[in-house]
C-alpha cells in the first residue's frame, strides 16, 4: 500500500470495522488479507469453494466519508459466473476471490456462509465471532512427478503450500505419509490439505489430505460438567453451529459430586480408570450425536475444543485428581493442553487435536476460564463478577486492570440436596414462589404446568405430574418470601411467634418450618433446610467479598450468573437472600452456558485461545481457605441479606425488612468445613 | 565479553579449535558454551552428573601465545571434591561447571567420558564427532506446590526449564502428563527430563520425564540395506558406541533384489504389509539385541535415525514402493522424516522420535545421503567419487562447489548371481586370485583358510571349507588377471587360440572359459561370467562418466568405495577392469558402512541433520536413463578397462595389455535393460 494516495479507493470491512485505501483492481479477497479481515477461502482464489462471499452496503456513509455502491466493483467474470451458474450465488453475493475494487466501498462480510445448501439445524447460541481457526483447508494444484527433478510427492505438495498459501516448512502427521501417494494420484495432483497451525511460534502442520476440492470442515466444542456434558459441532469454514448435544455425565454412578469422585478414585484402584472410560465413552456417544444430526463424518471434525473443572479436566485427559481433593490443591497441570485426539481415546479425524483451556487454579477451572473468555470482565471498564454456582462456586471480579478469581465450597444445597423436600428441576418441582404477606399463604409454580397454583388450570396440569419437590431456583424464592414476609429473622430463625398467624407455620420440637404443600409428599420448609441455605449462601458471598476486598471495591458494576442455576434463578430473590452483593438489577444477568461459549470460541478463533492463556496467567488467584477475613465474612453473611453490607440497589425494588440488632447469626461458623467441589 | 580486554585470560578449546578470552572467574563450562563447543551437562552445573569433565593441556604453545597450565584452574571446590571422592574422577580431569578459568589455557575436551564405569563394548569405527544430539538430558529443581502460586506440577517445571536451561515455552508429549504428578512426588521435585529439541525453528519438546538425576540417554542408529541391516547403539551423553549388531534382511524371502520385491508388492494385496512387518520384526530383534549386549532397557533409548535406500525406506515407513519401480520413479516423500517411533511399530521410549535422513531421488537413497555426510565430498575442494555398489549402484560426484549424483543399474552380477560360479562371500568362497602370466597357472586364496593355494597348509585348511565358488572380489580380480595375462582380449573374449598354451582354457562350444579350480565343484570362468561383468561394470562406469561430464572433468581426485563390496575389493583391480575411473591409487579408499556412520553422525548431532537436508537439495541428480550420452559412454566402458579412456595412474603400477583397434565390444549394449536396483 506504500503509493496509495487520497485518491484510491477506501474500503470498509464491516462487521469488523477495519478500512484501507487499495489500489483499482485490487481483488476485495486479497484487501481483506491486507487488513486482517477473516475472509474464508478454501480454493485459494479459483471461484470453486464459494467460501469467499461478500456483498456490498450501498449508500452515503458520511461518517466513513464512503459512497458505497456495487458499482464499484468490477463486472462479474467468467469464472464466478461458471460459480454462479454451477452452485448458486445468493442475491447480492460476490466471490470475493474474483471480484476487484474499482471505487470506494462498504463490504459486508457474512458470517453465515452457506454452501451447497447444507441445512443449519440448532445454533448453540446468537453470538457471531470473528473467526481464524487453527485448522485451514488449502486446496492446492500440486506438480506432477518429474524424472528431472525428482522430488517426493510430498515434497512437490509442501512446495504448493508454500507457494500458495504461505504456509512453510510444513510439517506432516504420520499417518498422512504412507496415503499421499494414493489421495495425489486419486485427485490428479490436486488436492485439498487440512492444515492446522494454532500459535504463531508453531510450524504449520498438515493433518488431512483430501483428493480434490474438499470444502467442509468441522469441529467440536464441549463443556464437560460434573452433572451434564454439552457438545457443538460447528463448521469451521462458515462458523455455523451444525448441531448440539447434551447428556449427563455418568461419571455421576461413582459420586454425585465432585468431591465423592475424588474419594472413588482414592478407595479403588481402578477407580481414576473407570471414571476417564465413562466420560471419555459418553463423549464418543455425544459426537456419533452430533455427527448424524449434522449429516457428516466423524472423519469430517479436524478440531476441537474441551473446558471444565479441573476435576473433570484430570479425570478427561486421564490424570489422577487425588491431589485436587486436598491442600495444597496442585493440578498436574494448569496451564493450555493440546493432544492428539486419538491419544485420549476420542477417534475422530486420524489428525484432530483436542485443545483444552487453561485451568484458573486447582479448584477454578478451564470452565470458568472459558466463561472469562466468554463475558469478559477482562475486555471492559466495569467491574464485573461472574458466579457459577455449584456445589462449587467459581467465583470471577475484575475489568481491564485486574481480574482475581477463587472458588467457594458452597456445598450441595442449591442443588436441592440437603433440602427436606429439594430434588433436581425436573417436571413437578416446585420452581416460583410467592407469600403473601398479609396471610402468608403461598403460590407456585411447577415445572412442567404453566398456570400458577392459585390459576385456573393448576389442578389438572398437577394431575399429570404430581407436585414432588423444590428445585434449586424456588428454595431461593421461598426463603427470601419467608424473610419478607417475616417469616424468617434477618438471622434465619422461623419465628414460633408466626404460628399463630397461620397455620402453616409448624412446630417440629424446638423449631418451626413453613409448610408449602400439604399433599404427597408434604413439602415444608423446615429451619435446617434455612441454615444449609444460609450456609451456602454465606460461603458464596463470603467468596465474593474477599475478591471484592483484593480489588479495594465496595460494590460491583455487572454480575453475571453462569450455568443452569445462574439461568433459573430470579435475581432480585438471590439479591434479597444475600447470595450476591448489591447491584442494579437490570445489570444482573444469566449468562447461560458461557463455559460453552468459551470453548465454541476457541474453537472458531485461534486468537480466543492466545488471550485465555494470557487471561489465566494475569488472573490472581485467592484460596479463600488461606484468607484471614474469610470467615468473619462468613459470618456476616450469614444474615438476610446481610449483617453489615447494604442494599441500596435492591431497596429501590424490594421493601427488606427493618434491621434488627446484632444476633446470633454466626452460630453456624464455626462448624463450617470445606466441603465438596463442585460447578 | 563486552568489557574484556587483551589482560583477560585467553582459552583454547581442543578438538574444535574454538577460542576466547573470558574474565578471571568464568566457569569453564560457561566459557564453553559461550563460544558454541559442545560440553555435556545433565545436572546443570551442580556437580552431581559428571558429565562435563575436562583436562588442561599443559606447556608453552606458542602458535596460539598461550602458555597453558593447571595452575590457571581454579582449586577443586567442596561440590568437586564430593563428586571425586563419591563417583571418581580420573586422573587431570576436572568438573568444567565447578572450575573457573584463572589465566590462559588449552582445554581438552573428551569426547569418551565414561561415567559410572560403562563398559564399552564394541567401537562402530573410530570416528569422533562433534556433538550436539537432538535430545538433551536436564536435571531440574521443581517448586513445590503453593496453594498462593497455583500453577500445575507440569507448568513448574516449564518454568524450572526454561531458568535452568533456557528451553522456553516447551511443548509436552501427552504420555508424560498423566505420570507427572507420581514422577515428581517420587524425585521430591528433582526430576530429569529429557528433552528433544531437532530443529532451532521448532518448540522443544518434554518426551521423558525421570525422579532425580537419570544420567544416561542412548540412541540407535541404523543402516536398512536390502540384503543386511546394521545397528549401532550409542550413548546420547558421551557420543561413544555401546553395543553394535547386524542380521540379515528378512524382506529376502520376498525377493532376493529390490525389484523382485517391488514385484512381489504390485503381486500381492498384502505384499507391502507382509515386508513393512518383516523388517519392523527384524529391527525389533536388532533393537533388543544392542539392548541386551549394552545392559539397557529399550525405554532408555530416547533417540533413533534410520537410513535405507528408497524402496527400503519406503517400506519401513509402511509405504508402498511401487511408484519407485518405474518412471518417473517418484518417492512419496523424499525429505527428512520424523516420526514418533512407536508410530512405526518400534517401540522404544513412548517419546522416542525416528529421524530418517532425505532421499537424495527415486534411486538413490537416504543411504547415499547419509555416506555423503560421512565422506563429506561438499565438505572438500578435491573431487571426490563416492559408489555404493549393490544390485543398483549409487554415485555421488562432487566438490564444495558441486555435487552430482545418479544410480546405475549394475544387476546382481557383483555380488555372485548371473556368474556361473558366483557365490555370496562366505567361507568356502574363492576372494583373492593371481594368474601366472607365463605358464597362466591361477593361485588363489578361500575365505576361511589363510594361506594361499600355493602355500602350505591350503589343502589342510580347504578340507574343512571346500572351494565352493567365486565372491564378488574374486570375481573382480579373476577377469582382471584374465585381461593382464591375454587370456581374454580389451573386448572381453576368452582368447581360444590361449588353449594351445594352456589346458585350463577349455572350449565350451562357441566360446571359451578358464578353469579356475578343478575340485567338486568345478569352478570356471565362462564368457558369459566376463560378459556380465563387463556389462556390470560399463554401467557402473557410464553412469560415473556422465556425472564427471556434469562436472566438466575428466578425471577425479579421489574414489571412496563405500559397502561390503567396496570394502573387500582391489582398488587396483576394480581399475584395471575398469570398474572405477583412473585416480591416484593411493586416493582410493574402501570407507566401510559410510551410511551407517553418516546415520550415527545424525544421532549424535542434529547440526548434521540440517547439513545433509540442505546438501541434498542442492546435489543434482542425474537421471541416467534419460541422459543421450549414457548409451555411447556404455559401449566405451565395455572394453577392459575402457575404449577411450586413458589410465595413466594404473599404468604407474600396472602394465596393461597393448590397445588394440576398434572392436565389437558394444555388442551387448544394445540389449541393455534397467534391472533391478539395489545397494
Not at 478440531?303 to 490424570?319: K, Q
Request: one cysteine or more; charged letters at 25%; hydrophobic letters at 40%.
Amino acid at each position: 500500500m506504500a503509493d496509495l494516495s487520497q485518491r484510491d479507493p477506501l474500503v470498509l470491512f464491516m462487521p469488523s470495522g477495519k478500512r484501507g485505501r487499495f489500489a483499482v483492481g485490487t481483488p476485495v479477497l486479497e484487501a481483506a488479507r491486507q487488513l486482517g479481515v477473516y475472509v474464508e477461502s478454501v480454493c485459494g482464489g479459483r471461484a470453486t469453494c464459494g467460501r469467499c462471499q461478500i456483498s456490498v452496503q450501498e449508500g452515503n456513509f458520511a461518517k466513513h466519508g464512503i459512497t458505497s455502491s456495487v458499482d464499484h466493483l468490477s463486472q462479474v467474470g467468467p469464472k464466478e459466473e461458471r460459480y454462479d451458474r454451477v452452485r448458486g450465488l445468493p442475491d447480492g453475493r460476490r466471490l470475493s476471490c474474483s471480484t476487484q475494487i474499482l471505487g470506494d466501498l462498504v463490504i459486508d462480510v457474512p458470517q453465515d456462509t452457506v454452501i451447497n445448501a447444507q441445512v443449519v439445524r440448532k445454533a448453540a447460541d446468537e453470538r457471531v465471532f470473528d473467526r481464524n481457526p487453527a485448522v485451514r483447508m488449502c486446496y492446492v494444484e500440486v506438480e506432477e512427478p518429474d524424472m528431472e527433478k525428482p522430488l517426493g510427492d510430498l515434497d512437490r505438495l509442501k512446495l504448493a503450500l508454500s507457494t500458495d498459501w504461505h504456509f512453510d516448512d510444513v510439517e506432516v502427521d504420520f499417518h498422512i505419509i504412507p496415503q499421499v501417494q494414493q489421495i495425489m494420484r486419486k485427485g490428479e495432483w490436486k488436492v485439498t490439505a487440512a492444515i492446522h497451525k494454532d500459535r504463531e511460534d508453531e510450524r504449520p502442520r498438515l493433518i488431512a489430505l483430501y483428493p480434490g476440492l474438499k470444502n467442509e470442515a468441522y469441529g467440536i466444542a464441549c463443556d464437560i460438567g460434573s452433572t451434564t456434558i454439552a457438545m457443538h459441532l460447528s463448521s469451521l469454514l462458515s462458523g455455523r453451529t451444525v448441531a448440539s448435544a447434551g447428556t449427563s455425565n455418568p461419571q455421576i454412578r461413582f459420586g454425585e459430586d465432585l468431591m465423592s469422585r475424588v474419594s472413588y478414585v482414592m478407595m479403588n484402584p481402578d477407580g481414576r480408570a473407570a471414571m476417564t472410560e465413562a466420560v471419555r465413552e459418553a463423549l464418543n456417544g455425544l459426537i456419533d450425536k452430533v455427527c448424524a444430526d449434522g449429516e457428516i463424518f466423524r472423519t469430517d471434525i479436524l478440531d476441537s475444543v474441551f473446558v471444565g473443572n479441573p476435576i473433570m479436566h484430570h479425570l478427561f485427559l486421564g490424570i489422577d485428581p487425588t491431589e485436587l481433593g486436598g491442600a495444597p490443591f496442585a493440578p498436574a497441570v494448569s496451564g493450555a493442553v493440546e493432544v492428539k485426539s486419538a491419544e485420549i481415546g476420542l477417534p475422530m479425524n486420524a489428525g484432530t487435536r483436542t485443545y483444552l483451556l487453561p485451568c484458573i487454579a486447582g479448584h477454578v477451572g478451564a470452565d470458568a476460564a472459558a466463561a472469562t473468555l466468554s463475558e469478559g470482565p477482562h475486555r471492559q471498564d466495569e467491574m464485573m463478577l461472574m458466579v457459577d454456582i455449584g456445589t462449587n462456586a467459581e467465583i470471577v471480579l475484575g475489568n481491564r486492570a485486574r481480574v482475581v478469581a477463587a472458588s467457594s465450597p458452597t456445598g450441595p444445597a442449591f442443588e436441592g440436596a440437603e433440602i427436606s423436600s429439594g430434588q433436581r428441576a425436573a417436571p413437578g418441582a416446585i420452581e416460583r414462589v410467592r407469600i403473601d404477606p398479609l396471610t402468608l399463604e403461598p403460590r407456585f409454580r411447577v415445572i412442567g404446568v404453566e398456570p400458577w397454583s392459585d390459576e385456573p388450570g393448576f389442578a389438572e396440569g398437577v394431575a399429570q405430574v404430581g407436585v414432588t419437590g423444590i428445585c434449586g431456583s424456588a428454595i431461593i424464592e421461598v426463603i427470601a418470601e419467608m424473610f419478607l414476609t417475616g417469616i424468617i429473622s434477618e438471622d434465619g430463625v422461623v419465628d414460633g411467634a408466626m404460628a399463630g398467624r397461620s397455620p402453616r407455620i409448624l412446630e417440629n420440637g424446638r423449631t418451626f418450618s413453613y409448610l408449602l404443600h400439604d399433599g404427597t409428599p408434604r413439602i415444608t420448609v423446615t429451619q435446617n433446610d434455612v441454615r444449609a441455605i444460609q450456609l451456602a449462601k454465606a460461603a458464596l458471598y463470603a467468596g465474593v467479598k474477599l475478591l471484592m476486598d483484593k480489588q479495594g471495591m465496595d460494590h460491583v458494576d455487572r454480575i453475571g450468573l453462569a450455568g443452569a442455576f445462574g439461568t433459573f434463578i430470579d435475581p432480585k430473590y438471590a439479591m434479597v437472600l444475600g447470595l450476591i452483593p448489591d447491584c442494579d438489577l437490570d445489570k444482573v444477568k444469566a449468562v447461560g452456558n458461557a463455559a460453552g461459549t468459551g470453548a465454541r470460541m476457541c474453537l472458531l478463533n485461534r486468537d480466543y485461545r492466545r488471550e485465555i492463556e494470557r487471561t489465566v496467567q494475569q488472573i490472581e488467584k485467592i484460596e479463600t481457605a488461606l484468607e484471614p477475613k474469610f470467615q468473619e465474612h462468613f459470618v456476616a453473611a450469614m444474615a438476610l441479606p446481610n449483617k453489615v453490607d447494604a442494599f441500596p440497589n435492591l431497596a429501590l425494588v424490594v421493601t427488606l425488612p427493618e434491621r434488627k440488632g446484632a444476633a446470633d447469626a454466626g452460630g453456624d461458623g464455626g462448624r463450617r468445613r470445606r466441603r465438596s467441589r463442585d460447578t
